[in-house]
């Protein structure tokens, strides 16, 4: 059976922010022990949206963009970068890798009240089950108690809230937004305005700043992972997604990328994995097939723009 070009690029981008952003809580915890938070951050985003733009001039697209645009981008590079992930980087100086994983695994929950709340859309039962396992394998794995009891993790968790609830405002925001038509163009702006809030905020805190050439090379490794594929990669097929399946599918990733994560945090941090640890990704496993399931609404649906 033959598939079609628009859902290649689902299966790929879906594949992207699924298993590459779950591989960023790793990356960014081996960058984040020798390199402050904000400064690691504006690089990496930076570096991306530098190279994006290279991209997008090689491939002919237009870059242009009106002044309404801008200040979308801005915005959403605000919600979903600056904040939504330079905070959290900033958390996880305190918080384990496979946590902070699973406190993203809020995220469904956070997007379909908000579409409630906001937007008046109807909650399918389904949808609910699926939040409900997604929720109780999380309250599994964080009630484990040699998990919770370390210096700085009710701070960590209280920021990583605060971000979870910035990335599914930008979510809702961007679905909507207008946009550049270019989802790789679009994303270019997002990343550079987010360096540049990032830079400004780094200063703010008087973080030190290190040259490249003086890192430890896991930093430097993990760095050039955070930008090629944690960013290019993942967040060009992010808001790929966006335009084309609802939010709340789009944040089943969260449900996938403590998996992930976990994984990768138990075999290079020798963080702690257990049978509970199991049983929680098989019930997170589940609520992602019962939110992805649901029926889908004419009022549902995203409005799909040209690539």
Known sequence: MKISRSTALLILAFFCVYVFWGSTFLWNKMAVTELPPFFLASIRFLSAGTIIFAMARLLRLSLAITTKQLLNCVLAGFLFLAYGNGVFVWALKWVDTGFASLLASLQPLIILIMMRLIQRKKLQWKSM???VLGFVGMYLLVSQNDIIAKEGMVLGITMILSCLIAWCSGSLFVAKAD???NFFVATAYQMLAAGAILVIASLAFNEPWKSPLYWQSDTQIALICLILFGSIAAFTSFNYLLKHVSPEKVATSS????????????????EEL????G???LLMLTGVY???????????RVVKKPI
């Open 255 to 270: 449900l996938i990328n403590p998996l992930i994560a976990i994984l990768l945090g138990w075999y290079f941090l020798e």
């Open 290 to 300: 019962f939110i992805n399931s649901r029926k889908r609404y004419p009022e549902d």
């Open 129 to 131: 089950i699926g939040v």
């Open 279 to 281: 049983l929680a990704a």
């Open 274 to 277: 257990s049978i509970q640890t």
């Open 179 to 181: 946009l550049p038509k």
